[in-house]
């Protein structure tokens, strides 16, 4: 057997031992794989807070027509 066939086969069996793992471990990341679920996290019952004060109001812009 020449060199070139020997290399041919080799490519061969790594170009299939590749495709395998990639069928097997799927798609990397987050495409192809469902969402997580987002963690809520639970405040214990703490007794209603007072009401605080309104918080400053700023300047109020509004639109002036061109002249």
Known sequence: ???ESVGG???AIVA???LAVAF???PIGQYGKPPRPAKVEQAPAA???A???P???????R????Q
Request: glycine fraction near 10%; avoid cysteine; proline fraction near 17%.
């Open 55 to 61: 918080a400053p109001r700023g300047p109020i812009i």
């Open 47 to 49: 007794a209603p807070a």
């Open 9 to 11: 086969i080799l490519g």
């Open 1 to 3: 057997m020449s060199s």
């Open 63 to 66: 639109e002036v027509p061109n």
């Open 51 to 53: 009401p605080a004060a």
């Open 24 to 26: 097997v471990f799927g």
């Open 16 to 18: 299939a031992v590749v």
